[in-house]
């Protein structure tokens, strides 16, 4: 499938790379909610679903849960063409299902540009972190499906179907 680059808001009619002008835009209250699972061989979920497993780089659910909320956090610092944001809340929520760790991570602002890329590094971070703090046990981890579920605010809301 081939996109049609004048569709793309990060490019400029000689099709370079720029940042959106969203200096016109209404400031309104925004929220993105994203997901990512981290795959664990069942020996290394049986540690971590009792909540306490506990590494030499310390408490590994506590510390990824911190590390998501930092990325969000430092989304423009990392993502080239993100406008900096600053939010009023960012939740990231990990749960062990079976030898799954489902991360949500959770954020608002009053602002002109979504939040969604801010959710979406958020848990991603939290899962990177998950994936480093256990990698001493297994390297057979696997990150997988991050997604956006929702986001509200500005031009258009979008939500996630239970089974998409």
Do not use: W
């Not at 990512?36 to 909540?51: H, K, S, T």
């Not at 949500?104 to 480093?132: H, I, N, P, Q, W």
């Amino acid at each position: 499938m081939t996109m049609n680059p004048a569709k793309l808001s990060h490019l400029d009619d000689a099709q370079r790379s720029q940042m959106v002008d969203v200096g016109a835009k209404a400031i309104t209250r925004r929220s993105a909610q994203a997901q990512a699972e981290v795959v664990f061989p069942a020996e290394v979920a049986a540690q971590l679903r009792d909540g306490n497993y506990v590494t030499r780089k310390g408490a590994v659910l506590n510390v990824a849960n911190l590390a998501g909320v930092m990325g969000a956090k430092a989304t423009s610092q990392l993502i080239p063409l993100c406008h900096p944001l600053a939010l009023d809340r960012c939740h990231v929520d990990i749960a062990m299902d079976g030898d799954v760790a489902r991360i949500v991570c959770t954020v608002s602002c009053e602002g002109r540009t979504g939040v969604e890329m801010e959710a979406l590094t958020g848990a991603s971070v939290a899962a990177l972190t998950l994936y480093d703090m256990c990698k001493a046990l297994s390297h057979d981890i696997v990150i997988r499906e991050v997604r956006l579920l929702r986001k509200s605010g500005g031009k258009s809301d979008f939500e996630r179907g239970e089974h998409a």
